[in-house]
């Protein structure tokens, strides 16, 4: 599984951790997937150089409403911060401050964006020779990839596409574009040589599996939100949106 900085396994009877590997990213929402003997992770996270992260000052200036120099849950909350509170809270203590926001750049500062192909058997510490290989183009932030048919899939914000041989890491094609621009958070599926993809303001996309450019066999547009990965059962596709419930069958 993976985590802040680094990908863990896990003994499945114990729990005990059986190995690890740093370079990865600072924090990760994406899933590792199997094939071909191998274990694919692809994530992406902004660094402290993307200026993703406001500073400290510029968030204290709307929420910090009693000028103490820290900002509490109570006044996270009404800034509408809540949800973000727990995370920012980089030393525990409850409230939020400049220490804070240091040790979140600090460790956004280690992490690296990668897909990695991670052989078998590893244990402990794993070092490069227990990598297949690498790419650093075409990075999902939330999406994890697809194996399919001797490949791997990623679909990143802006619609862009890549695919990778599975056992050589070598591109096939990188970070083309499926005429589905916005963020993307639902993780592509594969069946019957066909790939779905969906964005968050609801545009799934159907694209041929193979070949050396992402080839666009449908688009279809939902009108609002899909967050959700399409789930896949039998001979039946189902797609949630923010209201309702769809499946498709063949």
Same mark, same amino acid.
């Given at each position: 599984?993976?985590?802040?900085?680094?990908?863990?396994?896990?003994?499945?009877k114990?729990?005990a951790?059986?190995w690890?590997?740093?370079?990865?990213?600072s #924090?990760?929402c994406?899933?590792?997937?199997?094939g071909?003997?191998?274990? #694919?992770?692809?994530g992406?996270?902004?660094?402290?150089?993307d200026?993703?992260?406001?500073?400290?000052a510029?968030m204290?200036?709307?929420?910090?409403?009693d000028h103490?120099?820290?900002?509490? /849950?109570?006044?996270?909350?009404?800034?509408?911060?809540d949800? /973000?509170f727990?995370p920012?809270?980089s030393?525990?203590?409850g409230k939020?401050t400049?220490e804070d926001?240091?040790?979140?750049k600090a460790?956004m500062?280690k992490?690296?964006?990668?897909?990695?192909?991670?052989k078998p058997g590893g244990?402990?510490?794993l070092t490069?020779?227990?990598?297949?290989?690498?790419q650093? !183009?075409?990075l999902?932030?939330?999406?994890?990839p697809?194996?399919?048919?001797g490949r791997?899939?990623?679909? !990143?914000?802006?619609g862009?596409?890549?695919?990778?041989?599975? !056992?050589?890491g070598?591109?096939? #094609?990188q970070?083309?574009?499926?005429?589905?621009?916005?963020?993307?958070?639902?993780?592509?599926?594969a069946?019957?040589?066909?790939?779905?993809?969906?964005s968050v303001?609801?545009?799934?996309?159907?694209?041929?599996a193979?070949?050396?450019m992402?080839?666009?066999?449908h688009?279809?547009?939902?009108?609002?939100?899909i967050?959700?990965?399409p789930?896949?059962?039998?001979?039946t596709?189902?797609? !949630?949106?923010?209201?309702?419930? /769809?499946?498709f069958?063949?």
């Amino acid at each position: 599984m993976s985590g802040s900085l680094k990908l863990k396994g896990y003994d499945l009877k114990t729990g005990a951790e059986r190995w690890s590997l740093a370079g990865m990213p600072s #924090f990760t929402c994406s899933t590792p997937v199997i094939g071909d003997g191998l274990l #694919f992770f692809a994530g992406w996270a902004p660094s402290a150089s993307d200026g993703g992260m406001p500073s400290f000052a510029d968030m204290a200036k709307g929420a910090d409403k009693d000028h103490d120099g820290a900002i509490s /849950f109570d006044e996270a909350k009404a800034a509408g911060m809540d949800s /973000f509170f727990k995370p920012l809270d980089s030393n525990g203590d409850g409230k939020l401050t400049a220490e804070d926001f240091d040790i979140m750049k600090a460790a956004m500062a280690k992490g690296k964006n990668v897909l990695v192909a991670v052989k078998p058997g590893g244990k402990g510490e794993l070092t490069e020779s227990q990598v297949a290989w690498k790419q650093t !183009r075409g990075l999902p932030y939330v999406p994890s990839p697809l194996y399919y048919r001797g490949r791997v899939y990623l679909i !990143r914000d802006g619609g862009l596409m890549s695919s990778f041989d599975a !056992r050589t890491g070598q591109p096939h #094609f990188q970070q083309e574009r499926i005429d589905a621009i916005g963020s993307y958070y639902a993780s592509p599926v594969a069946a019957d040589g066909h790939i779905y993809v969906a964005s968050v303001n609801g545009r799934v996309t159907v694209v041929a599996a193979g070949g050396e450019m992402p080839k666009i066999l449908h688009h279809a547009d939902f009108g609002e939100r899909i967050s959700a990965t399409p789930a896949l059962a039998g001979k039946t596709l189902y797609l !949630r949106t923010a209201s309702a419930l /769809f499946a498709f069958g063949k």
